[in-house]
């Protein structure tokens, strides 16, 4: 079984800061691509940044210049280092990761969100 568990949520006043990380673990051979997602309430998920496996980034529009993602293929894992953050930023921050188990089988996993709350 694959899971994936986000980490560093929390409320920081705008202009500020938060890190997340988001470790997958269990029957994994390869992890391709990772992503992370947000959904603000009474709103859509949307893509905030991925990486690629060989570390290529793509980032929306309202965070360029502001966060930066970032991985480590050893540790199967993914940052994202938010600053300047605002409070449009405030929603639930998902990980996401395509990733091929030990059976062989490429899925798609999520993490379960992390809340992250910056105040107006």
């Known amino acids: 079984q694959v899971q994936l568990v986000e980490s560093g949520g929390g409320s920081v006043q705008a202009g500020g800061s938060l890190s997340l990380s988001c470790v997958a673990s269990?029957?994994?051979?390869?992890?391709?691509?990772m992503a992370w997602y947000r959904q603000a309430p009474g709103k859509q998920r949307e893509l905030v940044a991925d990486i690629s496996k060989d570390g290529t980034t793509n980032y929306a529009d309202f965070v360029k210049g502001r966060f930066t993602v970032s991985r480590d293929n050893a540790k199967n894992t993914v940052y994202l280092q938010m600053n300047s953050l605002k409070p449009e930023d405030t929603a639930v921050y998902y990980c996401n990761a395509e990733i091929l188990d030990s059976d062989y089988t490429l899925a798609t996993y999520w993490g379960q969100g992390t809340q992250v709350t910056v105040p107006s």
């Open positions: 269990g029957s994994i051979v390869i992890v391709y691509d």
